[in-house]
């Protein structure tokens, strides 16, 4: 997945025009920025690859899911429908906005399930926020038909799938808004930064004011800006987007990489009979940054990962001990330890984590192991790899 494994003159080129400038702020001062625009240049770009009318850059990922929720309305008390299984980014920019996460089961896709989410639904819910975990995808089109009946929003989160498809569809543009990430270990990064998109043009404008603390940039002087609304800190400088301005370029490349490796590790594992994989929804193609597989029980999923790691495989993860990934180890979200006080409707209308029942997701989690595919393997590397991960995985399936 990485894209800082293929970074190189490209990069350095985009960064040194932002240096050369002096400009490392994306807004103002005309007079001195050469023309350089990285960060309106890597949204455009962004929208061009992503088929949306509009993206707005921000600082990072989990910037991009604050902005995404708060363009689109949603505020204290509101409850969003999110995975047992994701990055804790999630839940914290639900929080952010004193909205309420409401954790709800996947399944055998390692996202949503379409069903729990139906159930979960109350008349506080305002959003769906599907998160496409490990470079695949939720069942979209049922997660929408949800949506649509129940005037709830769908809100992506492909930080981990950035070039995966649905329906021909890039994932993030199916639903009202669509989230990216890119920090420094995903599929192509900034350093530091996130993007939002949407073919919405309110959500734009609104993601562009508040993003920055509520500007409207209208004119050339930003002290005399005005501030049609609250806002806040959300931007990424230029020399982050200039970083990304040379990835995008590469991310049908780095793509095509990932998919040429995947596909010699999967056909290696499809040779094992105990070995099944994560199901891809109908209409999905997913982005090949992990390869995701299931063993038959818990015990041999945890045997397997543990001989993986000691046999020298490394980058795969059990995500069901994982302290960033999965419920069972969220105490701090559990318990709501925060530094200060929570507002009111956080603390009264949380989960009663001792009571609800995750058995569902644990019957998947519990099971799978993924392998970070990266970019950089040598085809005589791979091929080893592939031979070695067969052997371990036979020899520890008791
Ligand atoms: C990385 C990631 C984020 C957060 O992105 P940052 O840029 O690190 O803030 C959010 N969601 C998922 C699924 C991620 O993998």
């Known amino acids: 997945m990485p894209g800082f494994e293929l970074f190189g003159d490209k990069e350095r080129e985009q960064v040194q025009d932002v240096l050369d400038s002096g400009v490392l702020m994306r807004y103002g001062f005309e007079g001195l920025r050469k023309g350089h625009y990285k960060a309106l240049e890597l949204e455009e770009a962004l929208a061009r690859r992503m088929k949306v009318a509009h993206a707005q850059l921000v600082s990072s990922g989990t910037a991009a899911l604050t902005v995404a929720l708060a363009s689109a309305g949603v505020g204290a008390g509101d409850e969003v429908l999110m995975p047992t299984f994701t990055f804790v980014a999630t839940f914290e920019s639900i929080l952010a906005l004193g909205a309420v996460p409401v954790l709800v089961d996947v399944d055998d896709t390692l996202t949503l399930n379409p069903v729990a989410v139906e159930k979960a639904i109350t008349p506080k819910t305002r959003a769906v926020m599907p998160v496409h975990m490990c470079g695949s995808m939720a069942d979209l089109r049922a997660l929408k038909s949800i949506c649509d009946t129940h005037n709830l929003l769908l809100i992506e989160d492909a930080c981990q799938a950035i070039g995966g498809t649905y329906e021909g569809k890039p994932l993030g543009s199916y639903g009202d808004l669509g989230c990216f990430s890119f920090d420094y270990v995903k599929t192509i990064t900034c350093g530091e930064g996130g993007a939002v998109v949407t073919n919405n043009s309110s959500y734009k404008i609104n993601a562009d004011h508040y993003s920055d603390h509520g500007h409207d940039h209208f004119g050339n002087d930003r002290g005399a800006e005005a501030h049609p609304f609250l806002g806040y800190n959300y931007r990424i400088s230029e020399l982050n987007a200039a970083v990304g301005l040379a990835q995008i370029e590469r991310l049908d490349t780095f793509l095509s990489i990932q998919k040429k490796n995947y596909t010699i590790l999967r056909q290696a594992l499809e040779t094992i009979n105990e070995v099944s994989f994560r199901r891809v929804p109908d209409g999905g193609e997913e982005s090949y940054a992990f390869l995701n597989f299931f063993l ?55 989960q009663d984590f001792k009571k609800v029942d995750f058995s569902r997701s644990d019957h998947w989690i519990g099971r799978t192991i993924s392998c970070l595919i990266k970019l950089s393997w040598s085809d005589d590397e791979l091929t080893k790899r592939a031979d070695h991960m067969v052997r371990i995985i036979k020899a520890n399936l008791s």
């Open 296 to 350: 038959p029980s818990e015990i041999s999923a945890k045997k397997v990962h543990e001989a993986l790691g000691k046999g020298g495989i490394d980058a795969c993860f059990y995500w069901y001990d994982n302290n960033w990934h999965y419920y069972r180890k969220w105490n701090h979200l559990k318990e709501l330890k925060s530094l200060a006080k929570l507002p009111q409707e956080v603390s009264n209308q949380l």
